[in-house]
């Protein structure tokens, strides 16, 4: 419950998640849920020439349980 709070102040502000394989997606925070899914606007890739097929991607969804952490 702690974390859901915390990512909840973050909603509408600039912020980088990177998954347990180590894609890294910067995007404006749009919603979390109670799962600690997330979805991201404005989305791109820190690391783009290692992903190119992500370029195309404008916002997704990120199941809670393949987060790293978020910056």
């Known amino acids: 419950m702690l974390f859901f709070l915390y990512f909840k102040e973050l909603v509408g502000k600039e912020v980088t998640v990177e998954l ?3 894609l ?11 799962y600690l899914n997330i979805k991201l606007d ?10 190119p097929h992500m370029l195309s991607a404008k916002n997704c969804f990120i199941r809670g349980s393949v987060v790293r952490y978020v910056l």
């Open 42 to 51: 404005n989305t791109r890739v820190v690391e783009q020439d290692k992903y």
């Open 20 to 22: 347990k394989n180590d």
């Open 24 to 34: 890294a997606i910067r995007g404006t925070l749009h919603s979390v849920d109670q």
